[in-house]
């Protein structure tokens, strides 16, 4: 983060027509905005993509989800059509929805919304195995770095995050009782919706899962041994796009723990995200907090897809009108008081 | 409310594409607002109004505040001119600001923004008796359901309420102490940032004019014993607006502590709110669990002018454009499965 531009925007902030501090987390947004981008005021982000990046997971064969793996494709043929949330959500914002086929079992057609880079046809079940081998991993990785240069070069100045995958909540869990410590019963949550059966079963397969992570294990290792094609490639995005200095809008639970991975290889790249929203998913509080990211939106959304991020797209944005449009004490001619 | 409107809206919600309650307040915001204009899906309100109550307040002598009044003026001055945070923020979701003079001190000019119906030059000093008379709480009331109505009849859609006036926050408090029965040390708080010494003299003004409230006093004698003005003004928009089917937002402390006068006319017209955001003064929540009402926003503002109701406008349009907008599981040929 660029520490010239945060202070000139943490001086700013003081200065503008408001008790001082009295737009709380829109400040804070508003410095943030100013160090990803190493510009004050930074810009207000106009042009925005939304990064949807969907798998499959051999993981739905041990039983960890109502939902056929199937949905997967409709869902990503819904998204193509515009009739998912996150089109609408998007359509609100401008936003151009940008799905990315990771590692679906089925093969879907590359066109102007759905981009086809599928490094293996779903993972391996991780219940009883390696999800993918390390070369794989760092293939998915590769590839979500890739996506970031290619909307960066497309000119967006703000990268939405989101995915799709069915089975994607149990890697996601496993991703982050191993990165927080915190045990699979803490961390797993009913995804879509699962009944208390199921969820016992779906904790006990994370819970097994985490414990074959190796001692010392690097990043690639935990991923390729818990993860999801689409948490790899929204960690690359996360690592490409902070080299690039675009700030990306972090979604819920799925996204948040893929940005734990990402972590591991950089915190400095988790300090270019925000924090779209908190999601009712147990491990989502906790990957929040290992991230140090406060949500912008909490509104006990479960749904993934970018739905929580895109809604957080107009506070950031307003975050950064506040910071460069704002009227000065000194232009309203108003002393600033005793408390300022 | 209209519960043909609402059953309809929740049904609906039920068969998009996404799993059953999955955009949480989202969800409950679309049946709300179907409720409200009595339509399924409710139109996403394009056209909105930022009605900005200003007034004075004559406990500003008795030193609950480090501001000079004269602030009231410069700041209405200030969104005349298009330089304030509500400004900024309102331009953002193309809003319009209204600002109504409802009894500031000074003489400002009659404009496109500013609506002089100032009923009188501030109050009285309700740490010494009275803020107003009876007559002058029921003129003020009208004023604001007039308001609503001209909004109305100018084809707005939806109207987020705010407030200036300096001193506000202590007949807020006042309001917020005694239709809540919680004690002023409970409720009153900092307001736009005073210290520890003025805090505790506030308080004590707070707690002592409440007591003066007789026993059984209705709603009018309330607001002419310790309200203002602007508190007046907000509580007739929000009685006129609900007549009219217009969804209000609310703001924070000030805002609340206003709807708190309109319920106790009409519980029936708080229905016809959503709250825009949780103010990090202490009252505002108590003032929300009163009203019954969940913020869309929670980023620790404290600002008023209508910053968090305009902030929440986005998240209202999208949870109306989800309803209105999204597949099916029918369209989108996708069994819901068990668990839909």
Redesign the interface.
Known sequence: LDADAMRAATERQAI???????????EETSVRLAGITGVCPPA?PQKVAVAVFAADHGVVASGVT???QS?TT??V??FR?G???VN??S???GADVAVIDMGMVDDVKEDAVVRVRKVRAGTADLAVGAAMTRDEALEALGTGIRIAEELADAGYELIATGDMGIGNTTASACLIAHFTGRPAAEITGRG????DAMLTHKTAIVAQAVARIAEGAGPVDVLAEVGGLEHAGIAGLILGAAARRVPVVLDGVIVSSAALLAQAFSPDAVDHCLAGHRS?EPGHTAALGALGLRP????????GEG?GAV?AV??I??AA??LA???TFA?????A????
Chains 1, 2 share one sequence.
């Open positions: 503008l027509t408001k008790p001082a501090g009295s737009l709380g987390v829109l207000v109502p939902w056929p949905v409709s869902m043929e819904n059509a009739g998912a949330a609408v959500l359509r609100q914002i879509t919706g699962i009944d009712v912008l939106v909490d509104l006990d959304l479960r749904l739905s809604l107009p506070l944005r307003s009108a506040v449009e704002m009227a232009d309203a001619g108003i002393d008081g005793t408390d300022a």
